[in-house]
C-alpha cells in the first residue's frame, strides 16, 4: 500500500492518526475525490481487487474510479496502513426492493476501530447512491447529521441469532432504507466470488448498464444509462437524457471526470 499516492490522490493533508477525527476526514475526501462508476462491469470486463492493480486504477489513474468491491478494498488497506483495525462486512441492497424481496448480501462495508477508543465505527465509501454515507457512523450510534444528508441505524432481530442493523437516510421527506447488515466478518475470498457473480451474470444490474456517480460537497452527479441527474445539497434535481454513446462520452469527461474505457474487444 503507497499510502502517500493514495493520500494525495483523495487531497488529504490531515493528521494521520488513527481516530474518530481522521477517520472521519478519509472518509469525505475519498468520496469526493474518487467516482462511483462500472464502466469495466458494463463492457464486460471484471475488475480486479488485487491491491496493486486498485492502486494502478483508482490511484494512479486520476480519470477512473470503481464500484463498492474496489472502493472499499482500497479504502481498508489504507485505513489499516494508519493503524485501524478494519473488519469487512457485507450488506443487503433495500434501496427500490419490495416488500417480501430477499437479496443476497452484495454490498462491502466497513467496521472500523481505532486504538484507545471503544467505539466502533461502519465507514463507507463505495455506496454509489444520494442515501450514501458522508461520515461514519458509531455501531451503537442511534443518529448522524451527515450534512447536507442525514442518516439513521437501527437493529432489528431477523430469523437467525445476530443482530441486523439497516442504514436508512432521510430522503424526500422521509426515512428509507438503504441495506441492512451483521457485524459477521467477511474476507477477501468472499468479495472475490461476489465480485465476480455481480460483475459478469447477466441478472446483476451492474453488468447490463453503465451507473456512474461523482459526489461533491455541493451536489451530486449521477448517470444511470443515459440519464444523467444533478442533485443539488438541498434536493433539488435535474435531470436530462443524453443522445447516445459519444454524448455519454462527452458527459463523463466533462462533467465526472472519467475517461471511458473502449469496448471489450
Not at 476526514?25 to 491491491?51: C, K, M, T, W
Not at 474476507?187 to 459526489?215: G, H, K, Q
Amino acid at each position: 500500500m503507497d499510502l502517500d499516492a493514495y493520500l494525495a490522490r483523495i487531497g488529504y493533508t490531515g493528521d494521520r492518526t488513527p481516530n474518530a477525527d481522521t477517520l472521519a476526514a478519509l472518509q469525505r475526501a475519498h468520496i469526493y475525490a474518487i467516482p462511483f462508476e462500472n464502466l469495466d462491469p458494463a463492457r464486460g470486463v471484471v475488475p480486479s481487487l488485487a491491491l496493486d492493480d486498485l492502486m494502478a486504477k483508482l490511484v494512479l489513474d486520476t480519470t477512473r474510479g470503481g464500484y463498492c468491491y474496489e472502493h472499499n478494498t482500497l479504502y481498508a488497506a489504507a485505513l489499516r496502513a494508519l493503524g485501524f483495525k478494519i473488519t469487512m462486512l457485507a450488506g443487503r441492497v433495500l434501496v427500490g426492493a419490495k416488500p417480501g424481496d430477499l437479496r443476497p448480501r452484495t454490498h462491502m462495508l466497513l467496521l472500523a476501530e481505532a486504538p484507545d477508543d471503544s467505539s466502533r465505527y461502519i465507514t463507507d465509501v463505495g455506496f454509489g447512491s444520494e442515501g450514501a454515507l458522508l461520515d461514519p457512523i458509531g455501531l451503537f450510534q442511534r443518529e448522524i447529521d451527515d450534512q447536507p444528508r442525514r442518516h439513521q441505524l437501527g437493529i432489528t432481530h431477523g430469523e437467525g441469532p445476530l443482530e441486523q442493523r439497516i442504514l436508512r437516510a432521510f430522503l424526500d421527506g422521509e426515512w428509507k432504507d438503504q441495506y441492512s447488515f451483521t457485524v459477521e466478518p467477511f474476507y477477501a475470498p468472499d468479495f472475490e466470488v461476489i465480485n465476480y457473480y455481480i460483475a459478469s451474470s447477466p441478472r446483476s444490474p451492474f453488468s447490463s448498464r453503465v451507473y456512474v456517480c461523482r459526489t461533491f460537497p455541493d451536489r451530486q452527479l449521477k448517470l444511470d444509462a443515459r440519464t444523467f441527474t444533478v442533485t443539488e445539497a438541498d434536493g433539488t434535481a435535474v435531470k436530462r437524457e443524453l443522445a447516445d454513446d459519444a454524448e455519454v462520452r462527452t458527459v463523463l469527461a466533462e462533467e465526472f471526470g472519467i475517461i471511458a474505457p473502449d469496448p471489450k474487444s
